[in-house]
């Protein structure tokens, strides 16, 4: 079976493939995924969802997923690649990644900063997730 072929227990009543989660923590890594999406003939959104491993950006820090964003979109315009980046229980983590431009933002701490978070998120026009530690 391939990355992206679907099989049973990834399809809904409907019997339609959903979306697959892929974790990527590097460019080799989000390039084979990609790739796959491309041989596929869906964009991204459609056929893979990106995702960082946890605590990613407390790792790598917040301007490698930008950078990251942005060499992938300039490879793969047509397929439209946004990265769900996890910045743990670190909500200042969080609050740059978006202001630096990232789509998509995991955010495991406190529930009321997490709403805090959220409320921003939501001007900003980006995806946002939280999961409490």
């Known amino acids: 079976m391939g ?19 892929v974790i990527v923590a590097n460019l080799p890594q989000a390039r084979a995924a990609l790739d ?4 596929a003939g ?11 491993p946890p605590d990613a950006a407390i790792q790598y820090g917040v301007l490698f997923y930008v950078k990251l964003s ?3 979109a300039a490879e ?34 406190d529930p009321r900063t997490a709403e805090k ?4 998120a939501g001007t900003l026009g980006v995806k946002f997730r939280s999961h409490p530690a």
Do not use: W
């Open 70 to 72: 942005e060499q992938l």
């Open 42 to 52: 869906g964009t991204a959104g459609e056929t893979i969802g990106l995702a960082a």
């Open 76 to 109: 793969y315009p047509e397929l439209q690649p946004v990265i769900a980046v996890d910045c743990g229980d670190r909500a200042d983590l969080a609050h740059d990644a978006m202001r630096f431009g990232l789509k998509s933002i995991v955010f495991r701490g």
């Open 117 to 120: 978070l959220a409320d921003i």
């Open 3 to 21: 990355l992206l072929q679907p099989h049973g227990r990834r399809r809904g009543r409907d019997g339609q493939a959903r979306l697959k989660t």
């Open 36 to 39: 796959a999406a491309r041989a």
